[in-house]
């Protein structure tokens, strides 16, 4: 161990206790010293994680790039990067950062969680489903991939696959189930207010990523508009 090891593995203790002041004294106290132990990618990634919980995003972006210099594949270090990026609604980068984490560790759950998520909240239905799907695939702990699984299929009208993985959520302890519950119920709403879908309209690509577009792989906005579930543009008669 070098002088500086144990003073991480102070850091990692209070990161789990989520006491990120420490985080931010012990990693910082570690990294002077030097460490042999420890990934430095990772001790980077967690200091910058500590940074951003602290909305020291300077640090945080700083402590970031070190960490991709350290290690340009860790599965790590790039997906804190994209959590801090999404936290500052940089989503272009956050997205680029958690493709990156994916390109090096292709089923890494946890950045198939985070993307799925920011697809979803970028009405990218139809890719969120694909990684969320994939996320789930072994049997996901996480209540809140489940609930986001939920909002991407209630997007696309996919109500039934929504319900079910809504109770899966719940099933999972996530707390905040009801307000997803009414979204999907809003959802169901304001598509049955134009009954049937006039599909007639709908070229059969999308013209701005090629993407197929059918009934179920659009977010309707009004019978003759829609937004393409793949790529997020808006579609017209
Ligand atoms: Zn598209």
């Keep these: 161990m070098a002088r500086g090891d144990e003073h991480i593995r102070e850091a990692f203790k209070a990161d789990r206790d989520r006491d990120y002041l420490k985080v931010v004294e012990e990693c910082e106290a570690g990294l002077k010293k030097g460490i042999k132990v420890y990934d430095e990618a990772r001790v980077y990634a967690t200091l910058g994680y500590a940074y951003s919980q602290l909305k020291r995003y300077d640090k945080a972006l700083e402590a970031h790039e ?48 985070s993307l799925g998520a920011l697809y979803v909240f970028r009405d990218k239905p139809m890719r969120a489903i694909e990684l969320l799907e994939e996320a789930v695939r072994d049997g996901s702990q ?88 793949y790529c997020g543009s808006n579609l017209k008669a």
Excluded at 66 to 75: R, Y
Excluded at 77 to 101: F, K, P, S, V
Excluded at 172 to 190: I, P, T
Excluded at 199 to 223: E, G, H, M, R
Aim: net charge negative; hydrophobic share 35%; glycine share 8%.
């Design 142 to 229: 996480s209540g809140t991939t489940y609930s986001n699984l939920a909002l991407a299929y209630g997007k696309v009208g996919r109500f039934e696959e929504a319900q079910e993985a809504l109770g899966n959520s719940v099933s999972k302890g996530y707390h905040n189930w009801r307000s997803v519950q009414q979204r999907l119920s809003d959802m169901q709403e304001f598509q049955s207010t134009f009954g049937g879908y006039d599909t007639s309209w709908l070229p059969a690509q999308c013209p701005f990523c090629n993407a197929p577009t059918a009934a179920d792989t659009v977010q309707w906005i009004t019978a003759k508009s829609a937004k393409c579930g």
């Design 66 to 113: 070190k960490s991709i210099k350290a290690d340009k594949t860790s599965v790590v270090a790039w997906r804190y990067y994209g959590i801090t990026q999404r936290m500052l609604e940089n989503l272009d980068e956050a997205e680029a950062c958690y493709e990156m984490a994916l390109k090096y560790s292709p089923g890494d759950e946890l950045t198939l969680a």
